[in-house]
């Protein structure tokens, strides 16, 4: 217990102390220049009071951030505007649209890769190439173009997120289903295995292990792409919209409380998608 639970708790001791004295440094000229303004002196226990307490600070303080937290989730409803449960809502819904669209996109060019040279020859560079591509870039284009077709809402932030998921769920998918080695292949030839057998039974049962890990980054790029496609509709709702929101009037410490939930949500996430993977590989006699 003390090695998994002591190294984890001293991580994150460091970068609460890194994090507050960040703040002193970052919001302490603010601090100077209103205590020269007002013909105040600041000693040092002023000056950390002060820059541990600005309502618009360049970095908030961890406990400023936390109050935050609390006030917009456990004090507001779940309807409200103001509630970061309701705006992480809507930031779940397109990315778990676009989790399931990539992940299904990612799975169909993996097999076609793999069971096609043609495809394996002229698909993967672009898969990889479409990757180079700056997702701002990307983000506006994609909803103009779906805008002009009148689709809008869910969808077009759920395609920036499907842009982000797909590519992890090939590259896994093509490493697991090319996992066999030759002699399990020349096997199921030697029991006269269709293609199709061979599949199901071998390269498919193979693929899962790789098959979760690129889930996990999947889940993962797909949230980040639900948060960026907020940006650029100018969207009301959603996490990215907060981040907007704050960065339109300089509340830095909603901005950080966004992060903060958006980060929180990664990890559940994530932590969801693990904890099949232990389940799945358990029951097929692989954990």
């Given at each position: 217990?003390?090695?998994?639970?002591?190294?984890?708790?001293?991580?994150?001791?460091?970068?609460?102390?890194v994090?507050?004295?960040?703040?002193?440094?970052?919001?302490?000229?603010?601090?100077?220049?209103?205590?020269?303004?007002?013909?105040?002196?600041?000693?040092?226990?002023?000056?950390?009071?002060?820059?541990?307490?600005?309502d618009?600070p360049?970095?908030?303080a961890?406990?400023?951030v936390?109050?935050?937290?609390?006030?917009?989730?456990?004090?507001?409803?779940?309807?409200?505007?103001?509630?970061?449960?309701?705006?992480?809502?809507?930031t779940?819904s397109?990315?778990?649209?676009?989790?399931?669209?990539?992940?299904?996109?990612?799975?169909?060019l993996?097999v076609?890769?793999?069971?096609?040279?043609?495809?394996?020859?002229?698909?993967?560079?672009?898969?990889i190439?479409?990757?180079?591509?700056?997702?701002?870039?990307?983000?506006?284009?994609?909803?103009?173009?779906?805008?002009a077709?009148?689709i809008?809402?869910?969808?077009?932030?759920?395609?920036?997120?499907?842009?982000?998921?797909?590519?992890?769920?090939?590259?896994?998918?093509?490493?697991?289903?090319?996992?066999?080695?030759?002699?399990?292949?020349?096997?199921?030839?030697?029991?006269?295995?269709?293609?199709?057998?061979?599949?199901?039974?071998?390269?498919?049962p193979?693929?899962?292990?790789?098959?979760?890990?690129?889930?996990?980054?999947?889940?993962?790029?797909?949230?980040?792409?639900a948060?960026v496609?907020e940006?650029?509709?100018?969207?009301?709702?959603?996490?990215?919209?907060?981040?907007?929101?704050?960065?339109?009037?300089?509340?830095?410490?909603?901005?950080?409380?966004a992060?903060?939930?958006?980060?929180?949500?990664?990890?559940?996430?994530?932590?969801?998608?693990?904890?099949?993977?232990r389940l799945?590989?358990?029951?097929?006699?692989?954990?």
């Amino acid at each position: 217990m003390k090695r998994t639970v002591l190294p984890v708790l001293t991580v994150v001791g460091v970068i609460f102390a890194v994090w507050y004295l960040a703040a002193i440094w970052l919001n302490a000229p603010w601090a100077y220049d209103r205590a020269t303004r007002s013909g105040e002196v600041l000693t040092a226990r002023t000056l950390v009071a002060d820059t541990w307490s600005q309502d618009k600070p360049k970095l908030p303080a961890p406990h400023q951030v936390a109050v935050e937290l609390w006030e917009t989730t456990v004090e507001k409803s779940v309807t409200s505007k103001r509630s970061l449960i309701y705006h992480a809502w809507v930031t779940l819904s397109a990315t778990l649209l676009g989790f399931a669209l990539g992940t299904a996109l990612g799975i169909a060019l993996a097999v076609g890769i793999v069971y096609n040279r043609t495809m394996d020859m002229s698909v993967m560079p672009w898969v990889i190439a479409s990757q180079t591509v700056p997702i701002l870039a990307v983000a506006p284009m994609i909803i103009v173009v779906l805008n002009a077709a009148g689709i809008s809402g869910l969808l077009p932030k759920a395609m920036i997120s499907m842009y982000l998921s797909f590519f992890p769920v090939v590259v896994g998918m093509v490493k697991g289903l090319r996992s066999p080695e030759a002699m399990q292949l020349d096997q199921m030839r030697t029991w006269n295995a269709s293609g199709g057998q061979t599949f199901w039974q071998l390269r498919l049962p193979s693929s899962v292990p790789y098959l979760f890990t690129s889930l996990k980054i999947a889940m993962a790029a797909s949230l980040v792409g639900a948060i960026v496609g907020e940006l650029p509709t100018g969207a009301v709702a959603g996490l990215g919209a907060r981040l907007l929101a704050g960065s339109y009037y300089g509340q830095t410490i909603q901005i950080w409380s966004a992060l903060i939930m958006a980060a929180t949500l990664a990890a559940l996430l994530v932590g969801i998608i693990g904890l099949l993977q232990r389940l799945v590989l358990k029951r097929m006699g692989m954990a």
